[in-house]
């Protein structure tokens, strides 16, 4: 076996371990994945009820500004009737 044959052998070798690096990481990745296509999903962008949320719905920039204009501070505690 000459230089070249080594060399060739050598890159195949490498191509098989790099094949199985990348099936092991594509799994990772489908793993991580889906808890985060689990969380996208709330009350807001689906049929769910709120009381489902896994986090809360975020209120939008402009629903915040208008309140703003309108001198309301948007708070949990300011919310809230008396």
């Known amino acids: 076996m000459d ?3 080594k ?10 371990v790099q094949s199985q690096q990348i099936a092991k990481l594509t ?9 985060l296509d689990k969380a996208t999903k709330d009350s807001l962008t689906s049929s769910k009820p709120p009381s489902s949320d896994i986090t809360k719905p975020k209120t939008s920039t402009l629903l ?3 309140l703003a204009k309108c001198g309301k501070n948007w708070s949990v505690r300011n919310s809230r009737a008396i």
Do not use: F, Y
């Not at 060399?7 to 098989?16: F, N, S, Y």
């Open 27 to 35: 799994a990772r990745v489908a793993e991580l994945e889906l808890p």
């Open 64 to 66: 915040r500004r208008d």
């Open 7 to 16: 060399i060739i052998e050598d890159i195949k070798k490498l191509i098989v």
């Open 3 to 5: 230089a070249r044959d």
